[in-house]
């Protein structure tokens, strides 16, 4: 009997691994993004996402309050809600100004999330921004906004529709054959004429994602995003056309292109109570991280009831801006080193140059103060030449006798690097992100 078990056990992790394996052949065969269009992808680094619907009222977890809901529940979120969705302090141009500063160089807005609430005006549903108090096309002015400010425009779009099933009397549990485009042609028609919708009445769209069940079985379901090819075959597909890890970082690099994608809390939508922050410091320790192992980074926001974007995120926006307007060098037109780290300093490379810099984390640097490092695995010669990002390497403020130059050697088992914290950043000093260091004329050390 413990054989049979152990048999069982061992076929099981066995099936485990082919359907892994099948869902990278997927990715491998059928995905038609353009390889310039991917390397301009990854070029990007750093986009914002967007979670925004009718239900950001309630404070509630973006359209999944709808699976196992009581029909006076369902009856109140299709027929009632919208009828107060009325953001009077919509602004998409002060989102773009945000992810400007802070260096984001792509936005990706959910025009349909999975209750099939449509952000945008269509002509397949009443369901949608066009029959609530507001009216607006809310899509339609964002993917302006950020255009004017030479941000590239994507969106989001979720083949999973809650209020279709609904409507059509299926259960919403997210199970069901029928619940699923792929299992339903007349869902399937539905799903097309809304992208065809979006990818032709906006303008040009330079990326889409496509969540909902495609992300749990996106070997099984590529029509979708076959269909988007054929609509527009420059469009770049993210999510259904590359790996696009949810809220974890992998261990190590992904093969080919991939995209992170996070929240600065604990919820996509907005969240007025309960909610808890991740620190600016966290959010560009990730920012590094993503990019020292070849990926981008899409970090949501989630703008409230009003259409304005919480303060807390606000915040943590102008704190990666800070950071980002002095360090940029390091996370733009960069690819992998080597190696991703040494303990808690990351690592990027200029292409085609023995350029690195390296990226201190989760250090205590004192403004003003010497520190000393040994790096392990790049080796330089008497030449190689150190610089701190975003500071001249020479002043100290009211310290005009300080020694603030950085240096470095080489060593038998490294490269021996000496710099100081010295650009004031902050009136008290205590600025606490990771400095990053410009090391030219470095290799690899084995």
Known sequence: MQIKSYLFIFLFIGALGVQAQESDNWLLKVQRNKPERVEWFKDLGFGMFIHWSHDVQLGSVISHSMVGASEDYLDFFVNELPKTFNPVDFNPDAWADYAKLAGMKYVVFTAKHHSGFCMFHTETTDFSIENTPFQRDA??????????????????????????????????????????PGGNPALMDFTKKQLKELLTNYGKIDMIFLDGQTQKHEWINTELAAYCWDLDPDILVTRGGMKTPEQNLPNQPLEGPWEACFTMGTQWQYKPTNESYKSGTRLIEMLIET????????????????????????????????????????????????????????????????????????????????????????????????????????????????????????????LIVSFTRSQRLYNDKKWPNPIVLKLEGVEYRE
């Open 139 to 180: 899509t339609k002015e964002i993917l302006e906004a950020f255009r004017a400010k030479g941000i590239a425009v994507g969106l989001y779009f979720s083949p999973d529709d809650f209020t279709y099933l609904y409507n059509n009397g299926l259960p919403i549990d997210r199970d069901s054959p029928k619940s699923l």
């Open 291 to 414: 990019r020292a192992k070849g990926g981008n980074l899409l970090l949501n926001v989630g703008p409230d009831e009003t259409g304005r974007l919480p303060v807390e995120q606000i915040q943590r926006l102008q704190e990666i801006a800070l950071w980002r307007v002095v360090n940029q060098e390091a996370i733009y037109g960069i690819e992998p080193f080597e190696i991703t780290n040494e303990d808690f300093v990351w690592y990027t490379k200029k292409p085609g140059e023995n350029t690195v810099y390296a990226f201190i984390t989760g250090m205590d640097l004192p403004h003003g103060k010497r520190k000393q490092l040994l790096l392990e695995r790049l080796s330089g010669t008497s030449d190689t030449k150190i610089s701190v990002l975003g500071h001249d390497g020479k002043t100290l403020e009211y310290n005009p006798g300080a020694d603030v130059v950085p240096w470095c050697k080489p060593a038998k088992n490294g």
